[in-house]
Nanobody, 120 residues
Framework: QVQVVETGGGLVQAGGSLRLSCAAS????????MSWYRQAPGKQREMVAS???????NYADSVKGRFTISGDLAKNTVDLQMNSLKSEDTAVYYC??????????????WGQGSQVAVSS
């Protein structure tokens, strides 16, 4: 089994910054990618940023230039630095880890979510 734990988040004023961290543990042969998703009330969960084991990062258009994803996938950790936060960034943020546990079988594991609230 794999456990995914997020830390960080909280309440911040618009224009402020927050940092989220995520760590995975358990039986992991290789971490292929780690991603951050978010879900606002009444909306679908959406991808915010992702990073691969090769270091390639992708961002949603809505956060480009404001958010930065960084990680050490060999250590199964990833951070999301969020700057210039807007009220529309308010959501529960989830960490998603894609791992290979044995052979070529890949699995996805979600964290429990961390609340980010931005007041205008």
């Amino acid at each position: 089994q794999v456990q995914v734990v997020e830390t960080g988040g909280g309440l911040v004023q618009a224009g402020g910054s927050l940092r989220l961290s995520c760590a995975a543990s358990g039986i992991i042969f290789r971490t292929n990618a780690m991603s951050w998703y978010r879900q606002a009330p009444g909306k679908q969960r959406e991808m915010v940023a992702s990073i691969t084991s090769g270091g390639r990062a992708n961002y949603a258009d809505s956060v480009k230039g404001r958010f930065t994803i960084s990680g050490d996938l060999a250590k199964n950790t990833v951070d999301l630095q969020m700057n210039s936060l807007k009220s529309e960034d308010t959501a529960v943020y989830y960490c998603l880890v894609n791992v290979t546990r044995d052979g070529d079988n890949q699995f996805d594991y979600w964290g429990q979510g961390s609340q980010v609230a931005v007041s205008s």
